[in-house]
């Protein structure tokens, strides 16, 4: 069953083509990892899926829920009662966290089952004291970000995010801020939950981690996605020349 499925988009800013022609599916439980070098329109891919971006051209689609889709060369979004329905379907990990400042740590995680979901504080007690646990945060309930190591804050951020439930996540370069010992603490957050089937998209460039997690690796290029497959093929044997290149492989 396919979770997310973007075809055929297109995004210029300006006259800078980013996305050229990407098509993308990606099914229930599947880990898919997107690499490729700075500039190549990896963010710009995911904060389109997320709606962060409005498309050229191309169709976005959640389950049966369009988000956008291209009528007679003009892209038609969701109608506004739709949106609350389709942005319940993914969430987002940033690589800057995100977090909000003057929240504690137990108000960053329930804020939206607050406020969006409207649940009642024993529900969401229950959920942020599951997330706590899950993300390693023990203790850390009345902190705030500015305590917080980048891993932590990391690890906060992602328990926000799993508080929405939602169907699929972005992750874009959730440990390029981190020194390397607190990116292994949180790469092992996000391998935790591969084992638990979530559905991930994660843009990384931590090419072990993409070898171990992902079901499938994408390589992106100058606004193309020129090779894609399992990891042994992509990361360790890959066809095109310019993987190659990117991965040092020559
Ligand atoms: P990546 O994440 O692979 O490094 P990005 O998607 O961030 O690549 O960027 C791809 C290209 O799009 C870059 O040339 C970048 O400068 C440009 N770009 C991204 N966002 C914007 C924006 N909001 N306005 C103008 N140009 C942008
Ligand atoms: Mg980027």
Known sequence: ??????????KSFGSDDVLKDISLSVNKGEVVAIIGSSGSGKST???CAVNLEKIDFG????????????????????????????????????QNFNLFPNLSVYENISLALKL???????????IVENLIEKMNLQGKEKAYPYSLSGGQKQRVSIARTLAMNPEIIFFDEP????????????????????????????VTHEMEF???????VIFMDNG?????????EVLVNPKNERTKNFLNLK
């Open 1 to 10: 069953m396919k979770v997310l499925e973007m075809k055929n988009i297109r």
């Open 45 to 47: 891919l995911i904060r």
């Open 59 to 94: 169709e976005i689609k959640y389950d049966d829920l369009i988000l956008a889709e291209t009528r007679n060369d003009e892209v038609i979004y969701a109608k506004a009662e739709n949106y609350k329905l389709i942005n319940n379907k993914y969430g987002m990990v940033f």
């Open 116 to 126: 969006v979901q409207k649940k009642d504080k024993k529900e969401i007690d229950n």
């Open 175 to 202: 440990t390029s801020a981190l020194d390397p010992e607190l990116t292994q603490e949180v790469l092992k957050a996000i391998k935790a939950l591969a084992k638990e089937n979530t559905t991930m998209v994660i």
């Open 210 to 216: 993409a070898k171990e997690i992902a079901d499938r």
């Open 224 to 232: 193309y996605i020129v090779e894609e497959g399992a990891p042994e």
